[in-house]
Structure formats: structure tokens, C-alpha cells
């Protein structure tokens, strides 16, 4: 059997509906002209970060892509689980692959945070780069992935100005922070909506910060007898997470 041609996913930032023609700006052009190699005539998906998704055909390439829109319909592939990835910025390139995993498996919020063993404080003009730069990441996983929503980065907090700012967890939320040196066991919930997973940089989070955690209710959990690299165990937390209580069980 002839497999079917994947219709091309792009995002833009501007306003949509359908019965109606776009004109799209430099980067989402270039998406689909340049790296989907997209041609006039060819079915096209757009979406915005409102949840649908636009369906239509490009009437023209080049450094302005236009897009004639025939349909809006809702994007049903968000999962009813809330989960939020609070990482300890790692070092390198390795914040990449974690966002681009974490929003393809379903992450809603992704909150960078300074800790004890992490990478230095950057200065706010780095800072700012390195969040569009992560932004943009959640942008093309999306795109990939098939998500019309976009989960959020927020800005850069220590993780005593995060921990300082988390209330009570609701009566549907549940806390989770990575320990190798927790209980192999994990305390299973019902009628969970919600979950902040905390993960430590390559050094782990020390004693001080553990402890502090714990007192705004993150329990400490492993994920199995091996200890996970950072950039691996939110990916990993993420979709066992999804497999107990989101859309992947």
C-alpha cells in the first residue's frame, strides 16, 4: 500500500479564520518553501496557538507565502493532564532536547530555574535570547508533532524564587521531585488533572534544596534503579506521567 504524503504543519503569530487568504511572515515562509520544499496548489495546515487548526492550500511561495484557508477545526490532541517541567537549566545545548521532547509528549508549561549546582546566572540580554530561542523550539515541536496549542516557557526564576511562589497544591495536583536517593516506590493518586515535575541540573539539587521542595509538597520519587541523566529524566518522568494518568495509557 502507497503510503499518503504527510500535509505540511506550520505555525504563525497572526490572527486566522476560515475563508480567507494569509500572507506569511519571513520565518513561517521560509518553513514551508525552503525546509518542507512546499509548492502552489499544495495542501497546507496552520495553526496559531488557539487550539485549531487551519486548513487550506498555498496559492504562492517565495519570501511571502500565501495561504488560502477553507476550514477551522479544533485540535483535539491536547491531553486533560497539566503537566509543568520545572528544570534546572542544564548546561549546553542539552535545554533543547529537553523542551523539544517535553512539548512533543505533552507538556503544557516548561519553567527554567536557577539552582545550587546549575549553570551561572546569565545576564538579562543572554537570558532573553536563550527564552525566544526555547520559544522557537516549542514552536517547530509543535509544528512536528501535530499540537495547535503552545505549551508556555516562562521566564527564568532561582528555585527559591519558584518554591517561594507555589501555594498550596490543589486537591487535584500532585508534586513530584527527582531523587535517586527516594523510596523505589511511588505513591500512585486518583483523580490527578495536574503535576509539577522538578528535575535537578547534572549535579542534582543539594540537601538545602530538597528539603526546601519538600516543604511546598514535592515528593521525592525515582523512576527506576538507574539514575537518569537531566536531559533524560524529564522526557522519561513526562511520559510515565502520560502513561498513568494522561492519553498515552
Known amino acids: 500500500?502507497?503510503?499518503?504524503?504527510r500535509i505540511a504543519r506550520c505555525y504563525t503569530d497572526q490572527a486566522l479564520q476560515a475563508a480567507?487568504?494569509?500572507?506569511?511572515?519571513?520565518?513561517?515562509?521560509?518553513?514551508?518553501?525552503?525546509?518542507?520544499?512546499?509548492?502552489?496548489?499544495?495542501?497546507?495546515?496552520l495553526f496559531n496557538g488557539d487550539g485549531k487548526n487551519y486548513a487550506g492550500t498555498i496559492t504562492s511561495t517565495g519570501k511571502?507565502?500565501?495561504?488560502?484557508?477553507?476550514?477551522?477545526?479544533?485540535?483535539?490532541?491536547?491531553?486533560?493532564?497539566?503537566?509543568?517541567?520545572?528544570?534546572a537549566i542544564a548546561r549546553g545545548d542539552k535545554m533543547v532536547g529537553i523542551i523539544q521532547k517535553s512539548t512533543e509528549l505533552g507538556a503544557v508549561?516548561?519553567?527554567p530555574v536557577y539552582s545550587a549546582n546549575a549553570i551561572s546566572k546569565m545576564d538579562p540580554t543572554r537570558e532573553a535570547k536563550k527564552l525566544a530561542h526555547w520559544q522557537a523550539v516549542v514552536i517547530s515541536a509543535c509544528e512536528q508533532c501535530g499540537r495547535s496549542t503552545l505549551p508556555v516557557v516562562h521566564p527564568v526564576l532561582s528555585l527559591k524564587q519558584?518554591?517561594?511562589?507555589?501555594?498550596?497544591?490543589?486537591?487535584?495536583?500532585?508534586?513530584?521531585?527527582?531523587?535517586?536517593?527516594?523510596?523505589?516506590?511511588?505513591?500512585?493518586?486518583?483523580?490527578?488533572q495536574a503535576i509539577s515535575l522538578l528535575i535537578g541540573p547534572e549535579s542534582?539539587?543539594?540537601d538545602?534544596?530538597?528539603?526546601?521542595?519538600?516543604?511546598?509538597?514535592?515528593a521525592p520519587v525515582q523512576l527506576g534503579p538507574r539514575i537518569l541523566r537531566t536531559e533524560t529524566a524529564g522526557p522519561a518522568g513526562i511520559a510515565i506521567l502520560q502513561a498513568q494518568y494522561g492519553d498515552m495509557n
Open 162 to 192: 519558584y518554591l517561594e511562589q507555589c501555594g498550596t497544591p490543589e486537591s487535584d495536583e500532585v508534586r513530584w521531585i527527582l531523587s535517586p536517593a527516594a523510596s523505589a516506590s511511588k505513591q500512585w493518586h486518583s483523580n490527578v
Open 20 to 45: 480567507q487568504e494569509v500572507q506569511l511572515d519571513k520565518r513561517s515562509s521560509h518553513h514551508l518553501s525552503t525546509v518542507l520544499r512546499a509548492s502552489a496548489g499544495q495542501a497546507v495546515q
Open 64 to 87: 511571502q507565502t500565501s495561504v488560502q484557508i477553507d476550514t477551522a477545526l479544533e485540535n483535539k490532541l491536547e491531553s486533560s493532564l497539566r503537566i509543568t517541567l520545572v528544570q
Open 109 to 111: 508549561a516548561i519553567q
Open 1 to 5: 500500500m502507497k503510503r499518503s504524503a
Open 208 to 218: 538545602d534544596e530538597i528539603q526546601s521542595a519538600n516543604v511546598k509538597q514535592f
Open 204 to 206: 542534582g539539587f543539594n
